[in-house]
Every structure is written in C-alpha cells, then in structure tokens.
C-alpha cells in the first residue's frame, strides 16, 4: 500500500519560501498525478496543485503566481515552493496522490500523507 | 472557478439516524468528478465516494452517494459512532475544488 511522508520546516518566516518535500513508497511513482492541499486550523480544504511524474503541472489559480511544484522520479519525491508567504499561508500541508482512470470513471485523491503544519511567523 | 456549497454546515444527529448532507455546485459538474470525503480530527481526509455514486474500497454500503449537475448528496443509512465527523465534497476538473464541510456531531 502506498504511503506518503510530508516533510520541511515547521515555522517559515513572513516574505520568505515555504519549501516542503513528499516521500512516496510502497507503490508506483511513475505515470499518477500528484497533489498537494492545505488546511487551515478550523477551517476547510484548499487545492493548491497538482504535478504528473513526468513534471507537468496545474496550480490553483488564486495560488499560481507563488507556487511551482516539481518531481524527483529517482526519490519518489515530489516538492512544493510557495513564495513570499503570510501568515494566511499557516495551515496543515497534505500531499496526497491523485487516481486518474476515465475508463472507470476515477478521479479522486485516494491516498494521503498525514499532513505536516506549517507555520508563517517572525 | 467552481465554488461547491455544503449545507448544513454542521448536524446534530444520534446513532442509528439516517442523514443526507448537500453539495452544490455554481455550475454543473460532471458526476464522474464528484468525490465525497470524510475527516476526523486530526487525520488526513478519506475516501468515501467517487463518481457521485460509487463507493471506495472498504466503505460500508449505509454510505451512499447521489446527485448530477448541480445537486449531488452524501446519505447516511444507521448512523454508527465512527461516523461523526466532517464531510466534504469535491469536484475534480481542471481547477479542483472542496466544499466548506459539513460537520456531524453527536446529539
């Protein structure tokens, strides 16, 4: 069964780049898309973005200009960089993986890592 | 931007009730792009629905799941204890998004 582990920095400075890595093992990498979504404490989730292995990427549109997401097939890993971070960026990171199957008429996050909290302060 | 809505945001219900969360979209949605999950405390969401309707691996059959266009429903047959939670729905296209959640709480 295919496991993910977040990990990065638990506090990030105001203005500066929120920087967090996922490990997948257990499971393939190569051909599934990959995502990452917030929480904030209380509140509901957020879509930030999604990377296939091969390296293409869709951001969420009120994110796009702060994030880039890239992939590392050699480590299973998958990454993200949100930039010039706020406080309103404090929230739990998930990475989760993404089952895309038209012909079954799958598309959903079938497998989460635990999520990691992020927190923006000086 | 699809902006999905939950109502109510949250229930107070007893075991063994059935129940029916709402989800509506501010514009029409695929069915096959309807998910439903379910978050306890402190834990990553869970697959529960996909395509609107069709249950994921290991979720009892008193989840069910309905709708198309605008209007899709998580129903609860026998609420058991496990399942007082969050539920939220998301729609997966270009640009997915996530309901606010409905929280189910314990009368």
């Known amino acids: 069964q295919v496991q993910l582990q977040e990990s990065g920095p638990g506090l990030v400075k105001p203005s500066e780049t929120l920087s967090l890595t996922c490990t997948v093992s257990g499971g393939s990498f190569s051909s599934y898309f990959w995502t990452w979504i917030r929480q904030p404490a209380g509140k509901g989730l957020e879509w930030i973005g999604r990377i296939h292995s091969s390296g293409s990427t869709n951001y969420n549109p009120s994110l796009k200009s702060r994030v880039t997401m890239s992939v590392d097939t050699s480590k299973s890993q998958f990454s993200l960089k949100l930039s010039s971070v706020t406080a309103a960026d404090t929230a739990v990171y998930y990475c989760?993986?993404?089952?895309?199957?038209?012909?079954?008429?799958?598309?959903?996050?079938?497998?989460w890592g635990q999520g990691t909290l992020v927190t923006v302060s000086s | 931007e699809i902006v999905l809505t939950q109502s109510p945001g949250t229930l107070s219900l007893s075991p063994g009730e059935r129940v029916t969360l709402s989800c509506r979209a501010s514009q029409s949605v695929s069915s096959k792009f309807l998910v439903w999950y379910q978050q306890k405390p402190g834990q990553a969401p869970r697959l529960l629905i996909y395509a609107a309707s069709s249950r994921a691996t290991g979720i009892p059959d008193r989840f069910s799941g309905s709708g198309s266009g605008t209007d899709f429903t998580l129903t609860i047959n026998r609420l058991e204890p496990e399942d007082f939670a969050v539920y939220y729905c998301?729609?997966?296209?270009?640009?997915?998004?996530f309901g606010q959640g409905t929280k189910l709480e314990i009368k």
């Open positions: 989760a993986r993404v089952v895309v199957k038209p012909s079954e008429r799958r598309y959903y996050f079938d497998s």
């Open positions: 998301q729609q997966y296209g270009t640009s997915p998004s």
